[in-house]
């Protein structure tokens, strides 16, 4: 018979339109919120998600991985007298690795005996040219660039990052990267306990 | 990685005794034509020898010796590892080939653009112009004494970020405010798109024979660059006469950027963010691709665990682009959006494991040499299993159900023919249109990379070339790579997921390399040439998209302008890609 694809076809459409009202009335009965509410928005982006799909943005957000990233920031320790010490060495591998060349610093030289300290005088990130690769913070040896979860950065202006703009406290970085900051935190403990005791035995 | 000799089977150098010698450079491979027997001898290794098939033509610019160099790679469409030759002439201009495009019609489109980048001139091409550049533009950029506004070094890291970066925009270098670059006494008022009247030159030879004495136009339609179903901004002169094409010319170049000069400025690692830039739907196929040609460059074998990851990525890779491609297709067709946005719920679920794992959706820049960034994070395999197992199928299924018995797609899409087998493969075409002509060649099967040759899958085929085939086929494959996911997420090992330790800048051994995976658009392939240094010497990419399109004026052909849409959908372009 033609049009029986055609039916059959519509079908589909007809059931993908009242699923939406069927998932709210569902929804409705077990007493929960389906929209503007998180439990929501991850029902929409699981699996099991039928009707409508969308997320109400900027009312409702999707949920954002942990491993997402956007453009790096540097991350400082906060100290016991509110300092912060900052982790960069200043020691250049970000800036070398950094495929669109968008990372600029300035090494510090002390100016006595004019050998370099190692804490960056200087350092840019030239945003509008950074390509959110995240390979500046997969090299850095002192987990001291990381990649950020902002994404809402629009504005009118060219994008240039200063240090005070680029520097984000060690908890910020906790808070967004839970699992990698305890991860890297113990493999410095590790490490710092292992040069301590290869220090006492050798004295 | 197997190092099988590329050549074992073939003796050019018997075959033509003084004319052919062996590429004897280290890690190089193939043989050396001389020019005045490259056309007898290209008959003879398609006709003799069987490579009927040319995938690449790459020009390289040697310039410390002061010469040029053409690399042809050719494969045996029953499957097999391919045969290199290689042209080499002086480097002063002007740099003569004899063109290849009588022997293999898909040396058509690449020959330009080697003539556009590198200034080889091809003789006895019918076309020689400019493809990826404008008319006007002077000089070849691809040459390796031809350097761009923004020039800092030849090569990155640049000196001037570290230790005393003081920060320059790149902007303020040019008065443009742009990389770009205009001939000396360059109006725009005055000057006229010689590009333009060669273009329609080109495309004159279509004459209108009248046999009943009645007088009708020709006429020249611009389709694009702003058409909305021509997938970007890709531009089709079509010559009509009433509805039917006459004749058609591809202008592209639109979204060019020079991704092969961008890649021999940057280090290996530092190619590997820029690859997701070409075909921006499956950025984890490109990054396949890559990973694979520096990898067989390395000598390194990969993690274990890692081409498992690496399979899975990139399967899923391709069944989102197949669902998209589907809902694009309809698109073009005049189904407005439904069918397009149905495949986007699934693609979103995709890509939000693309997220999960490599921290972007679409740039996910997730390998590396010898393995992959980082495991699969808690949580995600599951994710993983869910889609593959429960609901993919599902979405497949309904899919067809939503789609293919459709009498009005049925209609317009069966009996529209878009090529028989036997051009397919003499235009270099590679991927699902390929297949769809009947051609069950696959790179997954007939040269295989990873571990794709642990797995059992078929390589979908169908038989009548035209557009219902090209719709279905895409269906049998998402088919086919939920059969290859379920086979992977079930036999994954547990382990490292690099069999390197990670470096800001891998050591890589002179010598040459391609390196070719099946994207989902067909043949993906990377031929690098490392000369010991931290950066490749010459990096080509040669896309899928670019080089299918070469049969664009073949395909098009006789067919309805309407049909025009669909035909140039079903060859699945992506403009990232093909302009690069
Ligand atoms: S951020 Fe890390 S890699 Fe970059 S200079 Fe500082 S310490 Fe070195
Ligand atoms: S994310 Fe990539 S592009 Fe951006 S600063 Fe880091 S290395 Fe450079």
């Known amino acids: 018979m033609y049009g029986k694809g055609i039916l059959k076809g519509l079908s589909v459409t007809w059931g993908r339109f009242w699923a939406t009202y069927t998932e709210d009335l569902a929804w409705l009965v077990r007493g929960k919120k389906r929209y503007f509410n998180q439990d929501g928005v991850k029902a929409r982006a699981g699996k099991d998600t039928r009707g409508i799909f969308t997320v109400q943005y900027p009312e409702e957000h999707l949920t954002i991985p942990e491993e997402f990233r956007y453009i790096p920031f540097l991350v400082y320790d906060e100290t016991a007298e509110e300092k912060k010490e900052v982790r960069c060495t200043s020691c250049g591998i970000c800036a070398k690795v950094c495929p669109p060349q968008c990372i600029w610093i300035v090494r510090t030289n002390d100016p006595v005996t004019g050998r370099p300290v190692p804490v960056p005088a200087e350092f840019y990130i030239d945003a509008d040219i950074c390509m959110n690769c995240g390979l500046c913070a997969e090299y850095c040896p002192f987990d001291a660039i990381k990649m950020d979860h902002d994404f809402a950065i629009a504005s009118y202006e060219r994008n240039v990052y200063n240090m005070e703009k680029l520097l984000k406290p060690a908890s910020y970085y906790a808070n967004i990267r839970p699992l990698n900051a305890t991860r890297e935190d113990e493999a410095r403990k590790a490490k710092e306990a292992a040069k301590a005791a290869k220090a006492e035995a050798a004295s | ?580």
């Open chain 2, 1 to 580: 990685m197997t190092t099988t000799p590329l050549t074992s089977t073939v003796d050019l150098v018997a075959r033509f005794p003084g004319f052919v010698t062996a590429d004897t450079r280290p890690g190089f491979t193939g043989f050396i034509v001389d020019k005045n027997k490259l056309v007898e001898a290209a008959t003879a290794i398609r006709d003799e020898f069987g490579y009927d098939l040319l995938t690449a033509v790459t020009g390289v610019d040697y310039f410390p010796e002061n010469k040029m160099e053409v690399v042809y790679h050719a494969y045996k469409i029953t499957g097999g590892p391919g045969l290199v030759f290689k042209v080499q002439v002086p480097r002063t201009d002007p740099v003569e080939v004899p063109s290849l495009i009588q022997v293999y019609a898909g040396a058509d489109l690449q020959e330009r653009e080697a003539w556009d980048l590198l200034g080889i001139k091809f003789t006895g091409h019918p076309d020689l112009r400019r493809i990826l550049m404008w008319e006007g533009f002077e000089g070849h950029p691809l040459r390796k004494d031809w350097q761009e506004p923004f020039y800092e070094e030849d090569f990155k890291p640049f000196k001037s970020r570290w230790p005393d970066g003081k920060i320059e925009m790149a902007e303020d270098k040019n008065p443009y405010k742009d990389n770009l670059k205009f001939p000396q006494n360059f109006d725009p008022e005055k000057w006229i798109p010689e590009g333009d009247a060669l273009l329609y030159g080109s495309l004159a030879k279509y004459t209108i024979t009248d046999e009943h004495g009645l007088k009708s136009d020709r006429i020249v339609v611009n389709m694009g660059p702003q058409h909305p179903s021509t997938h970007g901004v890709f531009r089709a002169a079509i010559v009509l006469e009433g509805e039917t094409v006459l004749g058609l010319k591809p202008v592209v170049g639109y979204l060019h950027r020079n991704h092969d000069k961008i890649g021999e400025r940057n280090t290996y690692l530092q190619n590997m963010p820029y690859t997701d830039r070409l075909d921006y739907f499956n950025s984890m196929s490109n990054n396949f691709g890559y990973a694979v040609a520096v990898e067989k460059l390395m000598n390194i074998k990969v993690a274990e665990r890692a081409e498992y990851i690496r399979v899975i990525m990139a399967e899923l890779s391709r069944i989102q682009n197949h669902l998209v491609f589907v809902g694009m297709l309809l698109n073009d067709l005049g189904a407005m959006y439904t069918p397009a946005l149905y495949a986007f719920e699934e693609r979103e679920l995709i890509l939000d494991i693309f997220e999960a794992a490599a921290g972007s959706r679409m740039m996910c820049n997730y390998f590396r040499f010898g393995g992959v960034v980082r495991d699969l994070p808690e949580g995600v395999l599951q994710k993983i299993k869910d889609l593959v197992l429960e609901r993919l199928p599902a979405k497949t299924d309904e899919m067809e159900r939503f789609l293919s018995e459709n009498e009005v797609l049925v209609s317009r899409l069966q009996g529209i023919k878009v090529i028989n087998a036997e051009d397919a493969i003499k235009f270099s075409m590679t991927g699902p249109v390929l297949r769809a002509a009947g051609v069950p060649y696959d790179i997954r099967r007939a040269d295989p990379y990873g571990i794709y040759d642990r797995f059992d899958f078929d390589v979908a085929v169908r038989q009548h070339g035209d557009l219902m085939d090209n719709y279905l086929i895409r269906i049998d494959e998402i088919r086919q790579s939920l059969r290859i996911l379920e086979q992977a997420i079930k036999q994954i090992p547990e382990g490292p997921i690099n069999s390197q330790k990670p470096q800001y800048q891998v050591r890589v051994p002179a010598g040459e390399a391609y390196g070719r995976i099946e994207s989902p658009k067909g043949e993906l392939a990377y031929y690098l040439i490392s000369n010991g240094k931290p950066n490749p010497w010459r990096y080509h990419v040669r896309p899928a998209s670019f080089v299918n399109i070469t049969a664009l004026e073949k395909i098009s052909l006789g067919t309805k302008i309407a049909d025009f849409v669909a035909l140039l959908g079903v060859l699945d372009i992506v403009m990232g890609e093909l302009d690069r």
